[in-house]
């Protein structure tokens, strides 16, 4: 096969490949032996991130004692969890038990677009989280006038909105892009900056358009994050010692979720950027359990109910009293 000729072209204004038609993935292929650890690893992560998730977003719609806002953006933010994870780890476990890991042209950017787009929704989640926690702090009394079901509803569009906007650019460019062999992409996916080093031709432009975008979605995000809080913190100022613990508690676990996310949003070695691309995912569902009361009861009586009923033992009808 001559890698030399280039992937693709445009035929009658359709789009069609010339001559390659897969990528091979080999990210993970060096770990020889070890393949096996990582898989058993990542596997029962990933069952961990599907169990975790579901479970908030099952009692999230089934318990009415959980009808505030936070909740509904918090089991929206477990569901992008979900697919985020799911757009990846599956065909890095199937790639862990054959010799050779491919995926086909589109699958490839159908990949890299759902894996980007659904990072910087993640994150758009946690802004809307933070605005919800700045509301419900700093207005109280007007906390359910303000988060009506419409303006949720509103800000979770606009978080996927705001997803798309930053993605699709740079996705749209490298689609556009012809590439030479060979077709190995030295990472555990379809990453942007790993597929981009098999274009024929200069791709600096693409390079600047895809970091402007990365850059963009952080500093919005993270932006509008350190907002909600430093007014949250000028908020807190003016309570008392039992309001001020109150608040800080409504806001710890999420908290806790925006530093993990944006702390290692920096790693870029391949087994590390792995372990991240699980990580939030596989984190949010306990530090909320942990840190949430009403969560933590609400899983509990879920759960409850799923347990069978205790056999009482029948009494002696002919026990002589």
Known sequence: MDYKTPLSSFVNGTWEPDGVTFFIIEGLASLGEKKIIFFVILLLGYITILGGNSMIIFVALT?????SPMYF?????????????TTTIPQMLAGFLTDMNTISYPGC??????????????????????????????NPLRYTAIMTRPVRLLLITGAWSFGTCCTLPAISMSLLRSYCGPNVVKHGWCDPSSVRRLVCGDTSVDGVVSFSSALFALLTTGVLILTSYVLIGVSILKMGVAQRLKAFGTCAAHLTVVFISYSSASFVRIIVSVLYAALTPFLNPMIYSLRNKELRESIIRTLGRFRPSAVLPRKDINTVS
């Open 63 to 67: 318990d009415p004692k959980l009808n």
């Open 73 to 85: 953006f918090l089991y929206n933010l477990s569901f992008v969890d979900i697919v985020y994870t």
């Open 109 to 138: 950017f159908f990949q890299m677009y759902f894996f980007v787009q659904l990072a910087v929704t993640g994150r758009s989640m946690l802004t809307v989280m933070a605005y919800d926690r700045y509301v419900a702090i700093c």
